[in-house]
């Protein structure tokens, strides 16, 4: 058992990537304990074998066609349009766009990579200091991976066993909440550092809402197929794809074959690695349960409190601390096996529960110095690291009110889903 964790932590610091050092270290653990090797082939498979998982790689397509497709630059006009016109306002619509860009990706990197891009530009070419134009887009991507469709719960469902559709309901409140205090913030800035606001003009608002009427509709069509139970959420990923597709051809002509191709390439990319992730962290977990470590872990949790509160805090504290510094993916394949027993063990609701964990990831991405959004941001934007590790400091208050609202106020989550989809 030393050997496998020890071998965990050495292959970590060392600089190997995280699929390969919970890979390796797993079937190190499984020589070095005597397991049947052909337990390693059985767990990785088994791991990936879900019907629900299709909806990883397609949701990630998605993403990259409407990025690609120039969609989000529709969304970005839009939301320039409807809130530009509040001190910061452009800084405002980078919120508001990333609100309707996550019913569509449900990927913090693809908001922050693609649709980012687009709202720095426009940030920096208005005025506005750069390291807050990263600061806040970094911030609003976090929106992504909460509001619905989301890879990261879709990985939690399929773990967990909780239903998508609720999960997803259950991350709506959340997701606007998050927004509008992240809003707020950008208030306080814009009328200290007295940034211009964009004129409004009601026409030119109509205009640019009717132009972006096909990619608008998008989120409210998968939003409303859950709702009503039109199709399951790796349905609606395939729809999501075709979706975006045929408006990015047909009804904007922003898409071109050798683009497209990229695109496949990239999100297949990005889907291996995911799913590797989710293999090798099935392994490894199947090792920590069969050596009695996740059962000894959920006991030294448990025996630091008696009292709730006090130990969600704790499980805040550790996945704000492992999101740093790992893949959501691989932690949620990782500590679940740990926290759920906790979660059953305080009577708390799954879907609540499942909102909360990936919340704390999902800042973990934007929190210095390890967050691989703010890495994005800086590859994409060439802004320095630095930079932006001052700037996200102030928008960290925001996305931490939120996760304490989330934690301490089930409803917030249970309400939404529990009305519109029954207990």
Known sequence: MVVFLLGFVVLLIIGVPISISI????????????????????????????????????????????????????????????????????????????????????????????????????????????DFSGAVTAASSVIGPIFPPSIPLIIYGSVASVSVDKLFMGGVVPGVLMGVLLMIMIFIFAVVRKYERHPFNFMKLIRQFLYSIPALVTPLIILAGFTVGWFTPTEASSIAVIYSLLIALLVYRTLDFKVFLKCLKDSATSSANTLFIIGT?????????????????????????????????????????????????????????????????????LVHFGVMVVLNL?????????????????????????????????????LVATLLLVTYVPSLVTWLPYTLLGT
């Open 281 to 349: 962290s099935t392994l490894f977990t199947y090792v920590m349960a069969m050596e009695g470590i996740s059962r000894q872990f959920s006991g030294f949790i448990l025996g630091i409190s008696d009292t709730p509160a006090v130990i969600l805090l704790v499980i805040n504290i550790l996945l704000l601390v492992l999101g740093m510094i790992m893949e959501p993916g691989a932690i949620l394949t990782l500590m679940l096996p740990v926290l759920l027993p906790i979660a059953q063990s305080l009577n708390l609701d």
């Open 23 to 130: 890979g390796a270290s797993a079937i190190l653990g499984c020589i070095s304990l005597n397991y049947p090797l052909v337990v390693i082939g059985q767990k990785m498979v088994s791991g990936v074998d879900s019907f629900l998982l299709i909806a990883v790689p397609l949701f990630i397509l998605a993403g990259n066609l409407m990025n690609a497709g120039k969609i989000t630059e529709k969304l970005f006009d839009t939301a320039k349009e409807l809130v530009g016109w509040i001190p910061g306002g452009l800084a405002h619509a980078n919120v508001v766009a990333s609100i309707i860009f996550a019913g569509m990706s449900g990927s913090a990197v693809a908001d922050a990579g693609g649709l980012g891009a687009i709202e720095m530009e426009a940030m920096k070419t208005n005025g506005y200091d750069e």
């Open 362 to 398: 999902m800042i973990g991405q934007v929190t210095p110095p390890f967050g691989v959004c703010l890495f994005v941001i800086s590859d994409v934007n060439k802004i320095k690291l630095e930079r932006l590790y001052k700037g996200i400091l102030p928008f960290l208050v925001p």
